[in-house]
T-cell receptor, first 115, second 114 residues
Framework: DAKTTQPNSMESNEEEPVHLPCNHS???????IHWYRQLPSQGPEYVIH???SNVNNRMASLAIAEDRKSSTLILHRATLRDAAVYYCILRDYLYSGGGADGLTFGKGTHLIIQP | DTGVSQNPRHKITKRGQNVTFRCDPI?????LYWYRQTLGQGPEFLTY????????KSRLLSDRFSAERPKGSFSTLEIQRTEQGDSAMYLC????????????FGQGTRLTVV
């Protein structure tokens, strides 16, 4: 599986935007970029995913570099409830037709939000 | 539907005992996954079902571990002859059979082997 690299931790202030980077220099043409987050004592939850174009949803935005070797998860206005571990994961969509692999999580970025 | 449900939430067992965990996925999801998570690490993939068929198993799934999904609905994960190294959070997730489908996770079962 292609690997991702994320900072171990980041700090931000409440109500400010947060940009969480992810490097995936060995990404293949069929890898989707997925982001999940895990709040304390919870299972992971889906945040957003994309392939080539930037994506927006109610939780966040995903900015994907033109060469797809990096991406940035953007939380537009962080709240204390956004404090979590954020995982950037590459998922080969060719596997999704059967014999699909599970998500391969790294250690993620521990996001700390200061009030 | 209230999402993916896992029972029990916590389990303490003595070394050498067998334990079984249950996962009830979201009803229309035909894919079900089991993961294990130890402190400070991300979840590690254990195994995957599509309906009742177990299609993939990680090398982490030793012969003491067995998972089933009879009738393609709920799933059970059994650990036989538990060891202290089995202490972890066991997470279940389910998803639709769609390219890049979002996986929905349960809150997990925390196993402590003493």
């Amino acid at each position: 599986d292609a690997k991702t690299t994320q900072p171990n931790s980041m700090e931000s202030n409440e109500e400010e935007p947060v940009h969480l980077p992810c490097n995936h220099s060995t990404i293949s043409g069929t890898d989707y970029i997925h982001w999940y987050r895990q709040l304390p004592s919870q299972g992971p939850e889906y945040v957003i995913h994309g392939l080539t174009s930037n994506v927006n949803n109610r939780m966040a935005s995903l900015a994907i570099a033109e060469d797809r070797k990096s991406s940035t998860l953007i939380l537009h206005r962080a709240t204390l409830r956004d404090a979590a571990v954020y995982y950037c994961i590459l998922r080969d969509y060719l596997y999704s037709g059967g014999g699909a692999d599970g998500l391969t999580f790294g250690k993620g970025t521990h996001l700390i939000i200061q009030p | 539907d209230t999402g993916v449900s896992q029972n029990p939430r916590h389990k303490i067992t003595k070394r050498g005992q067998n334990v079984t965990f249950r996962c009830d996925p979201i009803s229309e999801h035909n894919r079900l996954y089991w993961y294990r998570q130890t402190l400070g690490q991300g979840p590690e993939f254990l195994t995957y079902f599509q309906n009742e068929a177990q299609l993939e198993k990680s090398r982490l799934l030793s012969d003491r571990f067995s998972a089933e999904r009879p009738k393609g609905s709920f799933s059970t994960l059994e650990i036989q002859r538990t060891e202290q190294g089995d202490s972890a959070m066991y997470l279940c997730a389910s998803s639709l059979e769609v390219t890049g489908a979002e996986a929905f996770f349960g809150q997990g079962t925390r196993l402590t082997v003493v």
